[in-house]
């Protein structure tokens, strides 16, 4: 089965036995919306009765990223970087055939993926203790 054109996802072709928990972090946000579906399927399947899909990435939108606004430099980094992407705007995903940097993507984007992916979402949180990153919990078979 071919994932992707992309060998480094493809190399899961090779993915044998059952996981308790697979672990995702900073890693879907490099790959094409298609290719993250067909990724997360393949995940699902390789998934134990009780298995988990842990997804761990830094959202588009600041707050489910616990960032405080009152910190003064998030604040500024947040506006330099919306400036940045007023000024250089990305292209479509399906036009775009190399990348900087990766999409902006927020929890509804990784939730609607994963409802495609037909995996249910066992919660969505940020830690009080972690800022600047938000954890996404899938698992069981639908």
Not at 47 to 69: A, D, M, R, W, Y
Not at 107 to 113: A, E, G, H, L, R
Request: hydrophobic share 35%.
């Amino acid at each position: 089965m071919v994932i992707s054109r992309n060998q480094n996802i493809n190399c899961l072709n090779k993915l044998n036995g059952r996981y308790d928990i697979i672990y995702l972090q900073q890693v879907l946000y490099s790959i094409e919306r298609s290719d993250c579906v067909k990724l997360l399927k393949k995940l699902k399947n390789n998934l134990s009765e009780v298995g988990k899909i842990i997804i761990i990435h830094t959202s588009l939108n600041p707050i489910e990223n616990g960032i405080n606004f009152k910190n003064i430099i998030s604040l500024i980094k947040n506006c330099l970087r919306l400036t940045y992407y007023f000024l250089f705007p990305k292209k479509i995903e399906s036009n775009l055939k190399n990348q900087f940097w990766g999409w902006n993507r927020n929890n509804s984007f990784y939730i609607k993926m994963a409802r495609n992916a037909n995996i249910n979402i066992l919660d969505v949180f940020t830690p009080k203790n972690k800022s600047n990153e938000s954890y996404i919990l899938l698992g069981g078979k639908n």
